[in-house]
């Protein structure tokens, strides 16, 4: 039974537009339950239920503006896990339930409106520092699964090398743990998750710029350290390869890449790359790839490139 002065659901939504994300925790927390209900109605017992409230409630964080009826944000929340779940049973391909953070822009820009500039980041940075509290191996899957253009489970297994299964069951761990942290420090002050994010697009940048120029400028060379190691696809079993001979060899056939997307979180990054192949080329490399970045005290430590599936 709820507290006779717990505040109803139209305060807790105007609170949580305004940019309050303790309201926010409090709202989701009470309609946890019927919206399980709504999932497993149209998905049954299991792992896709559980998967389309989590997706559902993170839609939920970055759309709190667009409920227009607070007294009825009850019934929003549960259409959104209704659409979640209806896209999950149209979809060939699983698709993220929250976009990355270039994706977090404002609808209106306008200098009139700061309260929606001051909601969305505040959402941003809330979302992105319960991200950091996750160990390594849950944030991985979480980043690829909910910030990448590296989305279904598929894509997902290949580039961490791990089953399917593996990757669902880190996906639950990761929303859960990412659930009870959001509604831990939802009345806490967060830092700017832009700021890492910009750093490492200057970094993705420069480094592709240093390497069709042939040079490595001093802050270039110290984030490629001599340990650093090229894993994966790319690799050689049994034989220690460092990144910078590997992009050498890249270029010089001709292969060029484009910076396209960037996810970044402490010790884990993400860069997204277009891929443009030498005219008449009888190899060509494909259209996308990915690094993916191990970080120690800012140096990369090991970096796997991963080629996802073609759309």
Same mark, same amino acid.
């Not at 227009?68 to 009825?72: G, I, K, L, N, Q």
């Not at 069951?169 to 929303?175: E, H, M, T, W, Y």
């Not at 891929?275 to 008449?280: A, K, L």
């Given at each position: 039974m709820a507290p006779i002065n717990a505040p109803t659901d139209e305060e807790l939504t105007r609170r949580a537009q305004a940019g309050e994300t303790g309201a926010l925790g409090l709202l989701? %927390? *009470?309609h946890q339950a019927p919206m399980r209900a709504v999932a497993m109605s149209l998905l049954g017992y299991g792992p896709d239920a559980e998967d389309a409230v989590q997706d559902a409630a993170l839609t939920a964080l970055r759309r709190i503006g667009d409920v227009?009826?607070?007294?009825?944000v009850g019934a929003w929340?549960?259409?959104v896990v209704r659409n979640t779940s209806r896209m999950r049973l149209r979809a060939t391909q699983e698709t993220p339930g929250l976009d990355g953070l270039d994706h977090l822009h404002l609808r209106d820009h306008d200098p009139s409106h700061p309260?929606?500039?001051?909601e969305q980041h505040a959402m941003r940075d809330w979302i992105w520092d319960a991200v950091e509290e996750l160990p390594p191996q849950l944030r991985l899957v979480l980043m690829l699964r909910h910030f990448s253009g590296i989305t279904s489970?598929?894509?997902i297994a290949a580039a961490c090398e791990v089953p399917v299964g593996t990757v669902r069951?880190?996906?639950?761990? %990761? *929303?859960?743990k990412m659930a009870r942290v959001l509604l831990s420090t939802a009345t806490q002050t967060h830092g700017d998750a832009s700021v890492l994010t910009e750093e490492s697009r200057h970094e993705a940048v420069a480094t592709l710029r240093a390497s069709e120029d042939g040079t490595l400028p001093r802050e270039i060379s110290e984030l490629w350290p001599t340990e650093t190691e090229l894993i994966g696809t790319l690799s050689r079993p049994g034989e220690r390869?460092?990144?910078v001979p590997v992009m050498r060899q890249i270029l010089e056939a001709g292969v060029r890449q484009h910076l396209r997307h960037v996810v970044a979180s402490r010790d884990i990054t993400i860069w997204e790359m277009d891929?443009?192949?030498?005219?008449?080329a009888v190899n060509p490399c494909p259209p996308t790839l990915a690094w993916l970045m191990f970080r120690q005290n800012g140096r990369v430590q090991r970096l796997r490139v991963v080629f996802p599936c073609p759309p």
């Open positions: 989701l %927390a *009470r227009r009826d607070p007294a009825a929340l549960r259409a309260e929606r500039f001051i489970y598929q894509e069951s880190r996906l639950n761990q %990761a *929303r859960g390869i460092h990144p891929v443009t192949n030498p005219v008449g």
